[in-house]
T-cell receptor, first 114, second 114 residues
Framework: SQQGEEDPQALSIQEGENATMNCSYKTSINNLQWYRQNSGRGLVHLILIRSNEREKHSGRLRVTLDTSKKSSSLLITASRAADTASYFCATDYRSGGSNYKLTFGKGTLLTVNP | DADVTQTPRNRITKTGKRIMLECSQTKGHDRMYWYRQDPGLGLRLIYYSFDVKDINKGEISDGYSVSRQAQAKFSLSLESAIPNQTALYFC?????????????FGPGTRLTVT
């Protein structure tokens, strides 16, 4: 079953606006990641936030993590047409040992209109 | 050159045929993964391998088999393809020693079973 669920499923904004996507998950995690997928292509790792971190930045990306609510958000500031893609959250889960397996959500399709 | 390559990139095959998808990586990573992606379902893990001698089933391994021929090569076989195996297949890698949770994806193989 899916560990993470993104919300919304689709988001359409104008260039220059900020885009916020959310991810909820079910069980305790070691960390949470966000990936981007351009149409029909492989996923690209964007950012990882550990369970003991609350916020992390990378360029125009800001990720927050609330372990009490089992949720994360990805904010893309000053969006560009090139940000148009699907965005996935991925969680590992504490199953004991060192599996390093990830569970991906279904993704948010972001469309940035020029 | 791409770090993670997949061949073929597109394949159309008939029900009942055996087909192999291949993945090669030049990243020197020890772990390799096979996922399938279906519209609306996100990515689901088929098999994963921690090293040449270690193969593990993922959440949807039925109807699939894998072979880790070398650290750099991980192939996925469909012994007798069926139409509901039509999907986008991704290979991914990760490096246990440095960033075990971050996965690097190939460009994908679009498989159609008629």
């Amino acid at each position: 079953s899916q560990q993470g669920e993104e919300d919304p499923q689709a988001l359409s904004i104008q260039e220059g606006e900020n885009a916020t996507m959310n991810c909820s998950y079910k069980t305790s995690i070691n960390n949470l990641q966000w990936y981007r997928q351009n149409s029909g292509r492989g996923l690209v790792h964007l950012i990882l936030i550990r369970s003991n971190e609350r916020e992390k930045h990378s360029g125009r990306l800001r990720v927050t993590l609330d372990t009490s609510k089992k949720s994360s958000s990805l904010l893309i500031t000053a969006s560009r047409a090139a940000d148009t893609a699907s965005y996935f959250c991925a969680t590992d889960y504490r199953s004991g040992g060192s599996n390093y397996k990830l569970t991906f959500g279904k993704g948010t399709l972001l469309t940035v209109n020029p | 050159d791409a770090d993670v390559t997949q061949t073929p990139r597109n394949r159309i095959t008939k029900t009942g045929k055996r087909i192999m998808l291949e993945c090669s990586q030049t990243k020197g990573h020890d772990r390799m993964y096979w996922y399938r992606q279906d519209p609306g379902l996100g990515l689901r893990l088929i098999y994963y391998s921690f090293d040449v001698k270690d193969i593990n089933k993922g959440e949807i391994s039925d109807g699939y088999s894998v072979s880790r021929q070398a650290q750099a090569k991980f192939s996925l076989s469909l012994e007798s393809a069926i139409p509901n195996q039509t999907a986008l297949y991704f290979c991914a890698t990760s490096d246990t020693a440095r960033h075990p949770y971050e996965q690097y994806f190939g460009p994908g193989t679009r498989l159609t079973v008629t």
